[in-house]
C-alpha cells in the first residue's frame, strides 16, 4: 500500500522504535484524537477524508494490506471469490480468505475477516484471476457449476493480458475445473 491516507499501521511497523508500549500508547491517542481509525485490535487506519467524510478501504482492501504486513498471500474464498468474481450479488458477512499465513480471525466493524491456512498449491497459480475463478467453482460444486458461470469465468480469463500464464494455471487446475472449462 502507499504512504499517508488509507495506509494501515500496526505496532510491528515501528519495530525499529524497540518500544511497543510506547508505539501502542501513541497510535491509542491519535485514535482517540480523530487522526487515525482503529479498524481491529493493533491494526489502525489513516482515513482518506473528503468533504462527504471519512472513506474506508472495503473489506478485501484491508485483507489484502493484512496478508501484505504478514507477508502472506491470500486468495478469497467460498462467497467472497463468488461475489469479487460478479458470479453472486451476495456481500457475505464473513470474507474468507485462503492463506499460506497465520490463520486468524479480525473482526473489523460488524463484519468479520477470516483467514483460514490452506495447501502450498491453492498457490501454485501464477494469475490471481485464475486462483479467484477454481475457489469460485470449488464453492459453487462441480455437480452444481452450469454453463452460465462457466461461460461467465471464460470470459473474465479471456480477458487476461497474458495468456500464457493462463495455460500454466489450467495444466494444474483439478481435473473436473479443466474439463469444465474446456467442455463449452
Known amino acids: 500500500m502507499q504512504k499517508g491516507e488509507s495506509m494501515l499501521y500496526v505496532v510491528s511497523d515501528f519495530a525499529d522504535l524497540n518500544n511497543d508500549a510506547l508505539v501502542t500508547r501513541v497510535l491509542s491517542r491519535l485514535e482517540k ?11 489502525y487506519l489513516y482515513p ?32 467472497t471469490a463468488l461475489n469479487v468474481l460478479g458470479l453472486s450479488t451476495q456481500v ?3 470474507a474468507v480468505y485462503l492463506t499460506n499465513g497465520t490463520p486468524r480471525t479480525i473482526t473489523v466493524g460488524n463484519r468479520k475477516i477470516v483467514f483460514k491456512k490452506s495447501v502450498p498449491r491453492n498457490f501454485a497459480y501464477q494469475s ?6 477454481v475457489s469460485a467453482m470449488r464453492e459453487i460444486g462441480e455437480k452444481n457449476v452450469n ?12 480477458k487476461e493480458q497474458n495468456a500464457e500464464v493462463i495455460k500454466q ?16
Open 33 to 43: 484524537e480523530n487522526f487515525l481509525i482503529r479498524l481491529s485490535q493493533g491494526i
Open 48 to 79: 482518506s477524508r473528503n468533504r462527504y467524510g471519512i472513506h474506508k478501504p472495503s473489506i478485501d482492501v484491508i485483507a489484502k494490506a493484512i496478508a501484505e504486513k504478514d507477508k502472506a498471500r491470500i486468495i478469497p474464498s467460498g462467497l
Open 92 to 94: 457475505p458477512m464473513n
Open 128 to 133: 490471481e484471476l485464475f486462483s479467484l475463478a
Open 147 to 158: 454453463e452460465d458461470v462457466v461461460l461467465k469465468i471464460k470470459e473474465m480469463l479471456a
Open 169 to 184: 494455471d489450467f495444466l494444474i487446475a483439478p481435473q473436473w475445473i479443466r474439463k469444465k472449462l474446456s467442455a463449452v
